[in-house]
């Protein structure tokens, strides 16, 4: 099922290799952030001691690995399904789309979470792929049904000239 935007844009093109690199680094900042207010939670949740591998037992270590990892993934997948922009992506003009041009489910939304892991993880040569295409699609974008794309710029308003 295609479900638009509420702005369409009559040409996009494939979003550049270095500003999807800057949307990144954009949003791995927000990521740490986010981090450090979980990690401020476990530790109140805890009594004031930090989990650790050495100290906390495996139980409570694998929860805070877990909301850690959920908490990512809902903050992108939020983004993604909402406007197709992180707020990396919208300083940089970038939207993640289907390859129809709508907006992409929970589910694409998930695969492509889980499947840019390795991407990034394997010496980044998913997000490599895209230099090496013509369709510019990174692997995680080819396996979840997803593009990315760069928005034009907005057009500037006119001021009316004329005194009324």
């Known amino acids: 099922m295609?479900?638009?935007?509420?702005?369409?844009?009559s040409q996009t093109a494939p979003a550049s290799f270095i500003k999807r690199l800057m949307a990144m680094i954009y949003d791995s900042l927000l990521i740490v952030a986010l981090w450090m207010v979980i990690g401020a939670i476990s530790v109140a949740l805890n009594d004031g001691e930090a989990i650790s591998i050495e100290t906390s037992p495996a139980s409570a270590v694998a929860l805070f690995n877990s909301a850690l990892f959920c908490a990512t993934f809902l903050?992108?997948?939020?983004?993604?399904?909402r406007n197709g922009q992180t707020l990396g992506m919208?300083?940089?003009?970038?939207?993640?789309?289907?390859?129809?041009?709508?907006?992409?489910?929970?589910?694409?939304?998930?695969?492509?979470?889980?499947?840019?892991?390795?991407?990034?993880g394997l010496f980044g040569i998913g997000f490599?792929?895209?230099?090496?295409?013509?369709?510019?699609?990174?692997?995680h974008d080819r396996?979840?049904?997803?593009?990315?794309?760069?928005?034009?710029?907005?057009?500037?308003?006119?001021?009316?000239?004329?005194?009324?």
């Open 90 to 120: 919208l300083a940089w003009r970038l939207r993640v789309q289907t390859l129809a041009g709508g907006r992409m489910s929970w589910s694409q939304a998930l695969v492509r979470f889980l499947l840019a892991i390795p991407s990034l």
């Open 75 to 81: 903050f992108f997948g939020f983004f993604w399904t």
């Open 128 to 139: 490599l792929w895209m230099l090496v295409t013509d369709e510019r699609l990174c692997l």
């Open 2 to 9: 295609h479900r638009p935007f509420k702005q369409e844009f």
């Open 143 to 164: 396996w979840s049904g997803t593009c990315m794309v760069q928005l034009p710029k907005p057009e500037k308003k006119k001021k009316d000239k004329a005194k009324g």
